[in-house]
């Protein structure tokens, strides 16, 4: 994966199990850099992807943001 540290956007995790790897890269650069890694180093299967707990956070602040959690 490719880690680019000369950006002022947020740094989102990234972790890939299989190859035991852990980097962090601009968070306009996640999609490309997870894609780019999976395909050039497990044929396409989805293995390497945002750090599971951070997704989480985004996930659950995008449902605050819409309005999603609100009873």
Request: aromatic share 0%.
């Amino acid at each position: 994966m490719t880690v680019t540290n000369e950006s002022d956007d947020p740094q989102v995790p990234i972790v890939c199990t299989e190859c035991e790897t852990t980097s962090r890269v601009p968070l306009a650069d996640v999609a490309d850099a997870v894609d780019r890694h999976n395909e050039q180093l497990h044929d396409g299967d989805e293995v390497a992807a945002v750090d599971p707990d951070v997704a989480d956070q985004i996930a659950d602040l995008v449902a605050t943001e819409l309005g999603l959690l609100e009873k």
